[in-house]
Every structure is written in structure tokens, then in C-alpha cells.
């Protein structure tokens, strides 16, 4: 079992900057694929960011140049730096781990069913 937990959400003025926290248990996180994922009101869940165990990343072009994954293997911690907010950014942001080893591919990490666990979410709300 993994657990995630997310923080660092909230409200931030348009323009904007947040950091995103996603704390993991699990003994081999550093092999995990993980990402971030948001929801909006109203939509469906989309892909946001992907790293992988070596910090190969990939992006939506939405927040491509704005956000920024990283991680930090001896903390079992994933980040989502996010500069240059605008409101359509607003969402709960969810982050998840890939613990079966899939092939690091945008088609694979953009996709949800590739996720074997999911954290709670966070809050982040961009005013204009």
C-alpha cells in the first residue's frame, strides 16, 4: 500500500506562485512514476505533470514554461512548482503514483488508468 498526501494549496492572486507537496509512504518510491493531475468543477481530470525515477518529465501544454515537477527521492517527495497562475488554473490537484513500472510515455503518464494510487487532492484557487 502507498499513500499519498498532498499540501500546499490554496488561494493566490492571478500571476501568482504555489508549491505543491505530495508526501508518499512506500519503501521503493524512488522507482515510482508519479504525477500530478487536476479537476475543475464541471470537468473531467486532466494530466498536468509526469517524472520519472531518473527526472525525465513531461508536461500539458496548458502549464508548459509556467510548471515545474521535481522530486526529492530521500524525502519520498514530489513537487509542482507553479509560477505565472491564471484563474483557469483553478482545480483540485491531485497527485499519483505508478508503482508497476509502465513504460514512461506521454500517451502512458497523461492517461489515468495508468495510476495505481491517487492522494485526497488540494485545493488551489487563482482570483483574477
Known amino acids: 500500500q502507498v499513500q499519498l498526501v498532498e499540501s500546499g494549496g490554496g488561494l493566490v492572486q492571478d500571476g501568482g506562485s504555489l508549491r505543491l507537496s505530495c508526501a508518499a509512504s512506500?519503501?521503493?518510491?524512488?522507482?515510482?512514476?508519479m504525477g500530478w493531475f487536476r479537476q475543475a468543477p464541471g470537468k473531467e481530470r486532466e494530466f498536468v505533470a509526469a517524472?520519472?525515477?531518473?527526472?525525465?518529465?513531461y508536461y500539458a501544454d496548458s502549464v508548459k514554461g509556467r510548471f515545474t515537477i521535481s522530486r526529492d527521492n530521500a524525502k519520498n517527495t514530489v513537487y509542482l512548482q507553479m509560477n505565472s497562475l491564471k484563474p483557469e488554473d483553478t482545480a483540485v490537484y491531485y497527485c499519483?503514483?505508478?508503482?508497476?513500472?509502465?513504460?514512461?510515455?506521454?500517451?502512458?503518464?497523461?492517461?489515468?488508468?495508468?495510476?495505481?494510487?491517487w492522494g485526497q487532492g488540494t485545493q488551489v484557487t487563482v482570483s483574477s
Open positions: 517524472i520519472n525515477w531518473i527526472g525525465s518529465t
Open positions: 499519483a503514483a505508478d508503482t508497476r513500472g509502465s513504460l514512461f510515455l506521454r500517451v502512458t503518464v497523461a492517461t489515468t488508468s495508468s495510476y495505481d494510487y
Open positions: 512506500g519503501r521503493t518510491f524512488s522507482s515510482y512514476v
